[in-house]
Nanobody
Framework: QVQLEESGGDLVQAGESLRLSCVASGRTFSIYTMAWFRQAPGKERDFVARITWSGGSTSYADSVKDRFTISRDKAKNTVYLQMNSLKPQDTAVYYC???????????WGQGTQVTVSS
């Protein structure tokens, strides 16, 4: 199957930038879509951004679409989330996810903590 591992989370100040990485291993040839989700303490896990593995088509949550950029490097089996103009409300554990078709995401990373101070 597919294994995912996120990295790059950090403590930053409001207005700063951060780039998260997610490396996929295993049966990476089966990946159809990769995505980023986030979960703040006491809240539900929310969609952030997604990208199709082959064509690179992207979509974003309204809350981040003007500030975040998702990209992928197929040769490195890696997806990135470039986060600019970070706000305290962006504070959350960020999770990488993958799916092999148009249904639910079946593969998840362990999460990486992003904390934005004011």
């Amino acid at each position: 199957q597919v294994q995912l591992e996120e990295s790059g989370g950090d403590l930053v100040q409001a207005g700063e930038s951060l780039r998260l990485s997610c490396v996929a291993s295993g049966r990476t040839f089966s990946i159809y879509t990769m995505a980023w989700f986030r979960q703040a303490p006491g809240k539900e896990r929310d969609f952030v951004a997604r990208i199709t593995w082959s064509g690179g088509s992207t979509s974003y949550a309204d809350s981040v679409k003007d500030r975040f950029t998702i990209s992928r490097d197929k040769a490195k089996n890696t997806v990135y989330l470039q986060m600019n103009s970070l706000k305290p409300q962006d504070t959350a554990v960020y999770y990488c996810a993958a799916r092999t078709g148009p249904g639910a995401y079946g593969f998840w990373g362990q999460g990486t903590q992003v904390t934005v101070s004011s």
